[in-house]
């Protein structure tokens, strides 16, 4: 464990020089002795958590990889904790989905046993014709995007209440604003309405969307206006990165 931890400390000291340190300088700052840290450093350079040049230490590809998936993790800790927050203040499941490399794909859901989310019946990204979240993705595409879609993913009736062909869809696609939140009422899953708000994360297509039960459909608008509005006051949240 002692030699764990004193490597660690290396490490960390490492980390702090972001134009390298030598072997002296090194031992010096972390208090140990200079052969205790020759031998440390000679390891971690060995299993690639270093890399020397010309002297200095420098962190290594494994110390690299250890560092994207930390902030990879704190990221989605982001996600989750807003998410939760939503769900719990107004009182609906809340969704953060995506569309990456021509695939919708949902990467958090936060609901609760009072407010479940709904039920994946069918696979999400083969339906985003008949979904909220689908629809409001699709619509920050641009047409050649969405076409390209529809070839691989064509419109099927999934409810009596899905759109009914290309055509229809891509003209209600069209007439979203970018504003306004996407609605689809027992389009998807019969029983359940749910709203889509569109999220700009640079060039990628994103957003949170809730649901609700169809006998709770009255409550929709509101619902999503008022996650609309709760977005707007916490921009740092949605700063996530695609790769969670």
């Known amino acids: 464990m002692g030699s764990v931890q004193r490597a660690l400390r290396l490490l960390e000291c490492v980390a702090e020089h972001e134009?390298?340190?030598?072997?002296?300088?090194?031992?010096?700052?972390?208090?140990?002795?200079?052969?205790?840290?020759?031998?440390?450093?000679?390891?971690?350079?060995?299993?690639?958590?270093?890399?020397?040049?010309?002297?200095?230490?420098?962190?290594?590809?494994?110390?690299?990889?250890?560092?994207?998936?930390?902030?990879?993790?704190?990221r989605r800790s982001t996600v989750v904790e807003a998410l939760a927050h939503w769900r719990d203040l107004i009182g609906v499941p809340v969704y953060y989905a995506v569309y990456r490399d021509g695939e919708i794909e949902v990467l958090c859901v936060s609901d609760s046993p009072g407010s479940p989310a709904v039920e994946e019946w069918a696979d999400f990204r083969e339906t985003g014709h008949a979904h909220a979240i689908g629809q409001c993705l699709l619509s920050q595409l641009d047409e050649g995007a969405r076409r390209d879609h529809l070839d691989r993913y064509p419109v099927e009736?999934?409810?009596?209440?899905?759109?009914?062909?290309?055509?229809?869809?891509?003209?209600?696609?069209?007439?979203?604003?970018?504003?306004?939140?996407?609605?689809?009422?027992?389009?998807?899953?019969?029983?359940?309405?749910c709203a889509a708000i569109p999220v700009t994360l640079g060039a990628t297509a994103a957003t949170i969307a809730i649901s609700l039960p169809a006998?709770?459909?009255?409550?929709?608008?509101?619902?999503?206006?008022?996650?609309?509005?709760?977005?707007?006051?916490?921009?740092?949240?949605?700063?996530?990165?695609?790769?969670?």
Do not use: C, N, W
């Not at 010096?28 to 060995?46: F, I, K, M």
């Not at 999934?158 to 007439?175: F, Q, S």
């Open 157 to 193: 009736t999934i409810t009596p209440y899905t759109v009914r062909d290309d055509g229809a869809l891509l003209r209600r696609l069209e007439r979203a604003d970018g504003r306004t939140p996407v609605v689809e009422r027992q389009e998807y899953a019969l029983g359940a309405v």
């Open 19 to 74: 134009h390298g340190a030598p072997a002296k300088q090194l031992a010096r700052e972390t208090g140990l002795a200079l052969p205790t840290a020759y031998h440390l450093l000679r390891t971690l350079v060995h299993e690639g958590y270093l890399r020397r040049d010309k002297g200095l230490f420098f962190l290594g590809e494994a110390a690299e990889r250890l560092s994207d998936t930390a902030a990879k993790q704190k």
């Open 215 to 244: 006998q709770q459909g009255d409550r929709l608008l509101a619902a999503a206006r008022e996650l609309q509005a709760e977005i707007g006051r916490m921009p740092g949240s949605l700063a996530i990165s695609i790769s969670i």
